[in-house]
């Protein structure tokens, strides 16, 4: 399972995934898929400047991550799978790479418009739908912030049909 | 010789670390109050934590502590450089390196940041000290 986590998270590469998940997991590689972050160097220098020297990180769009899914599944390395929002991994889950894996949503903080879901986890109209795409494209969804914390499946917080609470 | 404004400093880390960093410094070195300011990440999107930064700076010079390099306070930080001047920050914080800034943010930026590397990395150390030190010092000897 060269996939080792595919999370949603807005801090990106911070301190839980670097060295909460980052520690549990041992991953070689942090693939970090954004559209925007792709077409900005000097935003992944940033990140870069703050990673650990064992790990590395490269910067994706959604329709090149789509082209190399497979090819990070069946490679060696351990890699971490990254957005920083819901819609961008629904959108790699409707290319067809994600059916069958687990999503894990691990940081998405209040902002105008965004519910309560979980202490670490707010969500929009919005972005309960995107979880919603994430169901329907054939992935499972849970919350988790930290490997030590409770995984929580999402279907016991929102109705997956529709993404209502 | 014009003088140099005294840098401010925000203490910007996970959790609680940044209000207990803050609250030491005043008990050891009575700093005034407006010298260092906490700042903590938690609940805070990226965004919001890059505007709550900005409320935090409120002079020409402000030098933004930071705990891990790779965290989202190090990444909100550093992103900040390219949009406020005066703005210096340092990843790695620890309280040797804070006294040391409230002791000298009087200094020009060149001066004050390398004091304040120097100060933070001398005071890591370990008792005992690991066994490479120690074949270091017997190789030293010839």
């Given amino acids: ?165 | 010789m014009s003088e140099v404004v005294p840098a401010r400093g925000i203490v910007l880390a996970h959790g609680e670390l940044g209000h207990g960093l803050v609250d030491a410094v005043r008990q050891i070195a009575g700093a005034e109050a407006d010298a260092l300011v906490p700042l903590s990440n938690r609940g805070l999107s990226p965004v919001t934590l890059a505007d709550a930064i900005r409320e935090h700076i409120t002079g020409p010079r402000t030098y933004l502590f930071t705990d891990l390099p790779s965290g989202s306070c190090g990444f909100v930080s550093r992103k900040l450089l390219r949009d406020v001047a005066g703005l210096v920050v340092v990843s790695g914080v620890n309280l040797p390196l804070l006294l040391e800034f409230v002791m000298s943010r009087h200094l020009p930026d060149a001066e004050l940041s390398a004091r304040l590397l120097e100060k933070g990395r001398s005071a890591m150390g370990c008792s005992p000290a690991p066994p490479t030190s120690h074949a270091d010092r017997i190789a030293s000897r010839g």
């Fill in chain 1, 1 to 165: 399972m060269p996939i080792v986590l595919l999370r949603v998270d807005e801090r990106l590469i911070h301190g839980q995934v670097v060295v909460g998940w980052g520690n549990a997991l041992h991953p070689d590689r942090i693939v970090v898929v954004d559209d925007d972050l792709a077409a900005s160097t000097w935003e992944q220098e940033l990140y870069l400047l703050g990673l650990p020297n064992d790990l590395e990180a490269v910067f994706e769009t959604v329709d090149m991550a789509s082209d190399l899914f497979g090819g990070w599944k069946r490679g060696g390395e351990r890699v971490f799978v990254l957005t920083r929002d819901v819609s961008t991994m629904a959108r790699l889950a409707e290319h067809g790479s994600l059916h069958g894996e687990e999503v894990n949503l691990g940081g998405i903080h209040y902002a105008p418009g965004r519910k309560a879901v979980l202490p670490y986890l707010y969500l929009s109209d919005e972005e309960r739908a995107g979880v919603a795409r994430l169901a329907a494209a054939g992935a499972r969804v849970a919350a988790r912030d930290v490997p030590g914390a409770r995984r929580v499946d999402m279907d016991d917080l929102i109705d997956l049909k529709d993404g209502s609470p």
